[in-house]
T-cell receptor, first 114, second 111 residues
Framework: AQSVTQLGSHVSVSEGALVLLRCNYS??????LFWYVQYPNQGLQLLLK??????LVKGINGFEAEFKKSETSFHLTKPSAHMSDAAEYFC????????????FGAGTRLFVKA | DAGVIQSPRHEVTEMGQEVTLRCKPI?????LFWYRQTMMRGLELLIY????????DSGMPEDRFSAKMPNASFSTLKIQPSEPRDSAVYFC?????????FGPGTRLLVL
């Protein structure tokens, strides 16, 4: 069975500071890994994903994540936070052969202080 | 493309009433997912379809919930009878591959 653990339900950073959102996963087979972002009163939208190949994945709005198999991690980073980054972020995992059933983490709400 | 379309966007109903939520997936997508989001339980997968066929409904909370996909461009999630604990935001998502595209959600309040 697959699972996702996001460390920290809330993260607060100052504008211009590094953003680091942590995600660990469990999967018995090579996974697909995702980060989705949810702005208030909206649905989730894809930020970035890892499927195969390069383990450092770049996404929209300057975010990137690195797949580390040995650590079963897929942490999300951004060098410099912007006020518009304030949102909820979800890490997710799906099984390549599982019909794309996706398991989402509990989410991390990012606050950006001026 | 218009994206995933959900209706209604907001629904307020009284306990015991039937509620029907609707979803139009992105054209050409062959997977459709229904999720429920609450503060307490986060984002839960209720059911998903592939080519209009239900594949996994293990997340459907109880018999009061049912979902159908009569064709590739339409799906419904029905709650009958509704209860206050069903209050949540219900999302529909569709995909052609591993990336899911979410609709804006239906915010349901059962009084």
């Amino acid at each position: 069975a697959q699972s996702v653990t996001q460390l920290g339900s809330h993260v607060s950073v100052s504008e211009g500071a590094l953003v680091l959102l942590r995600c660990n996963y469990s999967s018995s087979v090579p996974p697909y890994l995702f980060w989705y972002v949810q702005y208030p009163n909206q649905g989730l939208q894809l930020l970035l994903k890892y499927t195969t190949g390069a383990t450092l994945v770049k996404g929209i709005n300057g975010f990137e994540a690195e797949f580390k198999k040995s650590e079963t991690s897929f942490h999300l980073t951004k060098p410099s936070a912007h006020m518009s980054d304030a949102a909820e972020y979800f890490c997710a995992v799906s099984d390549r052969g599982g019909g794309f059933k996706t398991i989402f983490g509990a989410g991390t709400r990012l606050f950006v202080k001026a | 493309d218009a994206g995933v379309i959900q209706s209604p966007r907001h629904e307020v109903t009284e306990m015991g009433q039937e509620v029907t939520l609707r979803c139009k997936p992105i054209s050409g997508h062959d997977y459709l997912f229904w999720y429920r989001q609450t503060m307490m339980r986060g984002l839960e997968l209720l059911i998903y379809f592939n080519n209009n066929v239900p594949i996994d409904d293990s997340g459907m909370p109880e018999d009061r919930f049912s979902a159908k996909m009569p064709n590739a461009s339409f799906s419904t999630l029905k709650i009958q009878p509704s209860e206050p604990r069903d209050s949540a935001v219900y999302f529909c998502a569709s995909s052609l591959g591993e990336t899911q595209y979410f609709g804006p959600g239906t915010r349901l309040l059962v009084l």
